[in-house]
């Protein structure tokens, strides 16, 4: 899947942590799914079709999705109302969303 951030497959491969606790920082709880699944997902949970232009990559481990939005941010969308509306942001890059995973020590 050529829309993922370079430094997000970087990380997978690298043998990075795939599920922690964020602390206060947001989502809080992070899964991330396996970078040979992400695409897989995507398809299954009909990313494109109810929010184009996103990317999933992991869920907070309950019924919110963890995504890349078009512009890079990652974001948090619930899997059932999945629009591009109900995004929140929880971090401007994926290289500052890993940089909470590595703070957190997850």
Excluded: C
Excluded at 42 to 48: A, D, H
């Amino acid at each position: 899947m050529n829309s993922l951030p370079a430094a997000l497959v970087a990380y997978h491969r690298a043998g990075g942590k795939l599920e922690g606790d964020l602390g206060n920082a947001k989502p809080g709880w992070y899964q991330l799914w396996p970078l040979d699944t992400i695409e897989e997902r995507n398809r299954g949970y009909l990313v494109e079709q109810q929010a184009p232009g996103f990317v999933g990559i992991g869920s907070d481990g309950g019924g919110e999705m963890i995504a890349i939005s078009p512009t890079g941010e990652i974001v948090v969308l619930p899997f059932v109302g999945m629009e591009p509306g109900a995004a929140w942001s929880v971090a401007e890059s994926w290289d500052v969303f890993e940089s909470r995973i590595k703070s957190s020590g997850a």
